[in-house]
């Protein structure tokens, strides 16, 4: 089974899955998004009110400015996959329980061995946790540490920079790093840029009129 139909057959299983409250819940699930060659995966910490309508991640205003986040590092969504450590949203926006975050893990290990990242970027305290317990993200924040066969970076999550404008400056910040350390990451695990190929804009022909024949 190639990486896609691993994360298609994944996204399918989510959508039914009952392993939790949270299913009673949700109005859409929210495997993920992205591709399944991507370099870097992003984690965040669970589907907020759009998400949940959309059942895509990063949608609402924290997405836009994950967008901004994305293009000062010279990548897009076209190139990152991006998911949750839970695939539903918790109601009124809650943290995860544990015993959510330990029914939902299978679906995000299998996602991470599919995928096979280079960088794995956690996007806020709950996310970090998976990878780094007992430590403060204001401490660690920006810090690529290698963790098993690929590398992870603890961020803050972009909607921190919503609700305290204080952070936004550290944020932008760590990800103008990523390129720099993307390329780190590739050095250290011997393994090559993956080149995207890029749809070429294909300019419709453009008919020159006759010239009449007098005769």
């Known amino acids: 089974m190639t990486a896609e139909e691993t994360l298609s057959r994944l996204a399918d299983e989510i ?3 009952t ?3 949270l299913h009673e819940s949700r109005k859409k699930s929210v495997p993920g998004d992205g591709p399944a060659d991507a370099e870097i995966m992003f984690i965040g910490e669970g589907p907020g009110f759009h998400e949940n309508e959309q059942g895509h991640p990063f949608v609402g205003a924290s997405g836009k ?15 990152v996959f991006i998911a949750n450590v839970v695939k539903c949203r918790p109601p009124g926006n ?9 029914a939902c893990d299978q679906y995000l290990e299998a996602q991470i061995e599919a995928i096979n990242p280079s960088i794995i970027v956690t996007l806020g305290r709950i996310s970090m946790g998976k990878f780094f317990s007992g430590v403060k993200i204001s401490a660690v924040h920006g810090q690529m540490q290698k963790v098993g066969e690929r590398f992870v970076i603890p961020m803050f999550h972009p909607a921190a920079a919503l609700h305290q404008s204080a952070l936004k400056p550290t944020i932008l910040a760590d990800f103008a790093k990523l390129p720099e350390l993307l390329q780190a990451a590739r050095t250290a695990l011997g393994r090559p840029a993956v080149v995207k190929e890029r749809k070429k804009v294909v300019e419709a022909p453009v008919n020159k009129p006759k010239q009449l024949s007098l005769f």
């Open 19 to 21: 392993k939790c409250a």
């Open 94 to 102: 809650r943290d995860p329980q544990p015993d959510e975050l330990e």
């Open 15 to 17: 959508s039914v899955c």
């Open 65 to 79: 400015f994950l967008d901004q986040l994305l293009a000062q590092a010279e990548v897009t969504r076209a190139d």
